[in-house]
């Protein structure tokens, strides 16, 4: 299997993107396929999607947007100030607008005491906060939605890593969601390989990035 540091990954996407022209919106669509593959749908119904404001956030409101056209309950927590988010996240935002109400920004106590409660609804989270990008210890909003998802008591699927873990070391940075699944996009991530709890309830899915993309950054960074 081959597997990745955050850096690789990072070039890897970047160079899909910019050099070889690979839509990213292309990306995160079939990244939201792959996450929803892996749910069983005769059994989970009810879900919550909790989603940062970059492209790991647009995977998570692209999940969101295709559970809501399969007419599934789905309930939008989005943390992080949406004027600085991915154009990716954006469309999909102004998508998900037209399918529901329950679209909630997660910001003051109010917000939180209003998610802690409403988590009761739904049996599934999937979670979007972190990407494999994450340099920074998480503090304030960010770490006490990692707690209340953690102590939900439901079934949590991670987009690509769990929220809070680097995606190099494996190390914690601060909070990191306790998931029961990991959907990780087109390659392994070291950080997750290198720490059974995490590799043995990881999934890798194919989403689109040429192998081409993958061979150039690898023969580049090794030389």
């Given at each position: 299997?081959?597997?990745?540091?955050?850096?690789?990954?990072?070039?890897?996407?970047?160079?899909?993107?910019?050099?070889?022209?690979?839509?990213?919106?292309?990306?995160?669509?079939?990244?939201?396929?792959?996450?929803?593959?892996?749910?069983?749908?005769?059994?989970?119904?009810?879900?919550?999607?909790?989603?940062?404001?970059?492209?790991?956030?647009?995977?998570?409101?692209?999940?969101?947007r295709n559970l809501l056209?399969?007419?599934?309950?789905?309930?939008t927590y989005i943390i992080?100030?949406?004027?600085?988010?991915?154009?990716?996240?954006?469309?999909?935002?102004?998508?998900?607008?037209?399918?529901?109400?329950?679209?909630?920004?997660?910001?003051?106590?109010?917000?939180?005491?209003?998610?802690?409660?409403?988590?009761?609804?739904?049996?599934?989270?999937?979670?979007?906060?972190?990407?494999?990008?994450?340099?920074?210890?998480?503090?304030?909003?960010?770490?006490?939605?990692?707690?209340?998802?953690?102590s939900s008591l439901k079934?949590?699927?991670?987009?690509?890593?769990?929220?809070?873990?680097?995606?190099?070391?494996?190390?914690?940075?601060?909070?990191?969601?306790?998931?029961?699944?990991?959907?990780?996009?087109?390659?392994?991530?070291?950080?997750?390989?290198?720490?059974?709890?995490?590799?043995?309830?990881?999934?890798?899915?194919?989403?689109?990035?040429?192998?081409?993309?993958?061979?150039?950054?690898?023969?580049?960074?090794?030389?």
């Amino acid at each position: 299997m081959l597997v990745v540091d955050k850096n690789q990954m990072i070039a890897i996407d970047k160079y899909a993107i910019e050099q070889l022209k690979i839509p990213a919106l292309c990306l995160v669509e079939r990244a939201a396929l792959a996450v929803i593959k892996n749910i069983n749908l005769d059994i989970r119904k009810t879900f919550a999607i909790v989603a940062g404001i970059g492209n790991n956030g647009a995977d998570g409101l692209a999940v969101a947007r295709n559970l809501l056209a399969r007419d599934y309950y789905v309930d939008t927590y989005i943390i992080g100030n949406i004027d600085k988010a991915s154009d990716e996240f954006i469309l999909n935002y102004e998508a998900i607008k037209n399918l529901t109400e329950n679209i909630y920004m997660v910001d003051t106590i109010a917000d939180l005491e209003f998610m802690e409660e409403n988590l009761s609804n739904v049996t599934t989270i999937i979670e979007g906060i972190f990407g494999t990008g994450l340099d920074r210890t998480i503090s304030g909003t960010y770490a006490y939605v990692i707690s209340l998802i953690n102590s939900s008591l439901k079934y949590i699927i991670s987009i690509d890593v769990p929220s809070g873990l680097d995606s190099t070391s494996g190390d914690s940075w601060g909070e990191i969601v306790d998931c029961d699944l990991i959907v990780s996009m087109q390659l392994m991530k070291q950080g997750v390989f290198e720490r059974s709890i995490y590799k043995n309830k990881c999934i890798v899915e194919d989403i689109g990035i040429p192998q081409k993309a993958i061979n150039h950054i690898l023969d580049k960074m090794a030389d």
